[in-house]
């Protein structure tokens, strides 16, 4: 990567050239790719064209093949690092400007809690998508990105408003939780790019609640240089499955699905409005939208209060999803803690523990006891694996 520093005053900008990804050679989608109608959820272990996944060398091109499945379908595409951008930090306030062409656009974004870091001893960062809602831990930074000005998520009239549309175009088919992920790619670039934070930019977690905690589960799966990911109460869209929410409504359950959605706000791309009432014929669902996250870490901060988050879905997705971190060798790197005594987004002294335990090992590199797999409803949230899943775990050479 070149640096060219500029603004000598303040000593702290910079512009930098895209860097490229490092190339994996993998074969895309196939050319006569068609969809299938398949009810229970996807193997993460076989390709779209038939191929058992046995190594991790293997996992990395299926992941690449979710990755890509997820935009065309779901989420639209998720535009690379812009030709050019700079960033400023100042007064606790980290000023990012991308370029993209003759159009560019600024966002700003506020970190508390950095003092206790030095530069000799930079600190941890969670990036919170729209304010935390979970305790901020000591010793740790927090960084609070103002998601809805890059993407705005105010019903179907705000599809294409805000910065990202902006820079990128009101009629770009990003939708506001892929252009949220754009968004922390650049708050990472811009950390990456200045100093005086001491913030360790790779000790990064991201959070957020309830519809903010469908951003971060998009967000922390594209988004490799976020150590740790907490979507919190986040329910279908989020970390819940769409084919067992569906399954749920059927037999009476008030949770809110794919069809209800795509009528409530602009999170997915248009692109998902043909699979109303036709969720089985997606080629994933989310528990590979989480699995994109593996090998890096997860903690899924679910509530078994409301019917609308999906209980049995949330856990039986993610539970399905751990078999990824599972496969790679990791399960340890993801949990689940699914607890309802609270209102929703009011987080519980009753998950503290498992919050801390992730925290502690990801982010301060302490040991702890991240096995967690858990929900206080009984019989798993009535969540029957063998009624879902008909394909077997690898152990991934
Ligand atoms: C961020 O930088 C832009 C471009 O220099 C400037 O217009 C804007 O006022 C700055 N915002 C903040 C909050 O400092
Ligand atoms: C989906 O199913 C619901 C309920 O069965 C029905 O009211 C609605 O018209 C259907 N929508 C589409 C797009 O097929
Ligand atoms: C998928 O298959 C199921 C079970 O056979 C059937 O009930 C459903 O209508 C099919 N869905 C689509 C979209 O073809």
Known sequence: MIFISIFFALGLTLIAFARPEPPINCPGLPDDFTLQNYTKLTDPFTDVRGKKITTKQQWACRRQEISQLLQQYELGPLPPKPARFFATFQDGVLNITTFEGSKYTSFAVQVVGNEAGTSRQPIPAIISLGGLSIPKPDGIASITFNNDEIANQGGLQSRGVGKFYDLYGSDHPASATIAWAWGVARIIDALEGTTGHNIDPTKLALTGCSRNGKGTIVAGAFNDRIALTIPQESGTGGTGCWRIADQNEVEGVNVQTLREIVTENVWFSP?????????????????????????????????????????????????????????????????????????????????????????????????SDTNILKTDLEDNAGFVEKDWIEWATPTLA
């Open 271 to 367: 692109t998902l409005d043909e699979f109303v009432n036709k969720t089985t014929l997606l080629p994933f669902d989310h528990h590979l939208l989480a699995a994109l996250i593996a090998p890096r870490a997860l903690l899924d901060v679910a509530s078994s209060a409301f019917s609308w988050l999906g209980p049995e879905s949330q856990f039986g997705c993610m539970k399905t999803a751990h078999k990824v971190w599972e496969a790679l060798g990791v399960p340890d790197n993801m949990g689940i803690s699914e607890i309802g005594d609270h209102n929703h987004c009011a987080f519980p002294d009753t998950q503290q523990g498992d919050l801390d335990a992730y925290i502690q090992k990801f982010l301060l590199g302490q040991d």
